[in-house]
Every structure is written in C-alpha cells, then in structure tokens.
C-alpha cells in the first residue's frame, strides 16, 4: 500500500517511542516540522544531542546541577540543620515554587517500587548518613509522593534514622487547596480527617 | 529563583514550540530524554536532521515523494481520467486507506484562506491546466475539507474549470459513520439533509 516517504516514516517512528506520543501526534508533529526550516530544526536536534552532555548531578544532594557542589548546596543562607528528601530534581523545582522551604535537598532520584525491581540500593543514598552527619541535621523532611512506592521509602528513611536524635516528619496529606470535599477520594478525605488540625478559640 | 540546568532548559524551550506541547509536557519529555542513552537521543536528533533533505515532492501530483514522479502517478494501473484534488499529502494517505479509490491526485499544498493570507497563487495549481489536459482528466473530485478554507478552495477550482467539458465532483457531506443523530450539529445535519438519497422500492 501506499504510504509516507522512508524518511518520514522514520521519524514518526522515532517520535512515537516519546512517553504520552501516539502515532496521531507523531504524524502531526512530523508534518509541523516539514513546515519549519532546517536551520529551526537543526536548533531542536542541537538541543537534543547536547543536553545530557551538558547536565550533570551534584555530589551531595544528587540534583541536577550546571557544577558541583551545586547552587543551593554551596549557599551560606540555607539552613543547613534542615533536609529535605525528595524523589527528583523536578520536586526540589515544586519546593522551591512556594518559596517557604529554605534548607537542603537530598534527592534520591527514584523511589522503591519491588513491582519496578527497584530497591533501596537503587536510590542515590549512599553518602545519606554521612551528610547527616557533616550538617548536624536537626530535622530531615521526607517529601516523597503519597503514593505505595512514597510510603514504602518513607518507611525505609524511618528505618535508617532509627535510633538517632534527628526528628522525621513527612509532608501533610488532605484535601488540596481550591478542591472540592464532595469530588475527594475517600483515601483523601480520610487522610485530612486524621491529620486535622485544631482551631484555637481567641 | 533556582531552576533546571540551563541545557534542559533550552531543550524544553526548542520541545515547546512544537505544536499542542506546553510547558509542562516539554519537560515531561525533557525528562523522559534524560533517563534514555546518548545513543537512543542521537537517533531522535538524527531522524530530525535528515528527515528533510530526504522527502522531495512529486512534479506532478505535489504529493511527498521518494522518486519523481511518484508511486501513483507513475502506475500503470491508475485510472488516469480521476483526478481527486486534496489539501495536503495526509489527504492522499486517508484517501488511499479507503481502498477505493483508483484515480490520481493533485496535492495543492494549502487551501484557500484569506485570514492566513494564503491565495490561489500560493496553491500548487501551476501545473494543474496542464495536467488535465495531458491526462484528458474526465472527472475531477474535489476532497478539499468540508470548511471555508475547503468551500473556498473549490470555489476557485469550479472557476478554473468553467467552460470545460471535466466533470466536477465534491465529496459527500453527512453523518459520519457511527455518529449519532442526537449529538449532530445543525450544520451537518442541514447538509446530510439536502444530500439525502432515495431509497427504491424492490
């Protein structure tokens, strides 16, 4: 049957391999490129071959960074008693949004999830107890997904810090700002009953 | 503010200016490109440079080629007084898909839309005259799509060929099939209306 030049066909074919990209979008993406110039297209190749080069992660905390130590782990004015485990560099972006969290990061870059075969040895925690340590962390604060594979790290980080004096806590779990309590699910809803808050009389 | 490497950042700026991805998907993919091999990137970026220099276009039809003329044009067991006139070489695909049609193509490359300052003379109509003539064209099916664009472009196309002897056809507009009557806009159920067929008595 009659169908699309070779060259065409490969990079639909090479598009479609990308996460969330069906054939559908792959042909569209594909037609919008042949449209472009190639001068457009070498720009958008370039930036494809080059970013791994270009991207390395940071000794420390292992979040992506452009050098080493990285810009938030070398600052003097976070708190360095204060650490933050989350699962990747794109949580220490979310972190860093709300602009009220200023200590450290430790990013495992993964989580355990036994149906993935992944482990805790899997997880960038190498130097974890050894940064500990060197920062005299008061608190660490476990920021990882309130998922299965969130819970099971956050209980294996429980299971490391067993034993020192160093306070845990994870993030809050409940109905999220602007929701609707009649839509929550009822994991939800049952995780912002028992983590409600008191309201105190004035 | 921290944010990503810089090199990441220019990736998911070049994957944002392509078509239906936002921010949010760019990095997503961003991502996905970070966990896959230098090797698997490099073969993205190369289907992406050489996709281009690769396609060439049929002097005929206008439709993608790998040779010219191309496939259709060039077969023998094409009847080559058809000629079906379509927007755009995904038109030739859907319309070959079908399996029902024999005919040639003209592949005009755009369609007629004054608010994106596209006239005729943008339209891959040089040779068309030409083409009628040489093939002694019998039949010419109009495929342009069922919107303004469309009806303008087979506008011109009945003023062209005003005066001829060619016969000139538009596809059907209708209920698509599967559709549901109930959920039909009034525009196409206006249009399934005045093209409706009788059905005959045995």
Redesign the interface.
């Known amino acids: ?8 066909r ?2 639909i ?3 479609e ?4 990209i069906g054939t559908h ?1 792959a ?8 449209d472009k110039s ?1 001068q ?16 390395s992660f940071c000794s420390k905390c292992h979040n ?3 050098e080493d130590p990285c ?2 782990c070398s600052s003097s004015e976070r708190d360095q008693s204060l650490l933050c485990v989350v699962e ?3 949580d ?2 979310a972190m ?1 949004k709300t602009g009220e969290y200023k200590g450290l990061y430790h990013v495992l870059r993964g989580l355990i999830s036994p149906l993935d075969d992944v482990g805790p040895e899997d997880l960038a925690l190498a130097n974890f107890r050894e940064r500990l340590q060197e920062l005299q962390v008061q608190e660490v604060i476990i920021a990882t997904d309130p998922s299965t594979e969130g819970d099971a790290t956050a209980l294996y980080l429980k299971k490391i810090l067993q034993g020192s004096d160093i306070k845990i806590t994870r993030l809050a779990q409940g109905l999220p700002a602007g929701g609707d309590l009649e839509y929550a699910d009822e994991v939800t809803l049952s995780r912002a009953l028992s983590g409600r808050s008191e309201i105190k009389y004035d």
Not at 17 to 20: A, D, E, S
Not at 27 to 34: D, G, K, V
Not at 40 to 51: D, K, N, V
């Open positions: 049957m009659y169908s699309y030049p070779r060259a065409l490969k990079l074919a090479e598009l391999k990308l996460p969330g979008t042909t569209r993406l594909a037609f919008h490129l042949l190639q457009e297209i070498e720009e958008l190749a370039g930036a494809l071959t080059g970013f791994k080069k270009n991207i992506m960074a452009e810009q938030i990747s560099p794109r220490v972006i860093e």
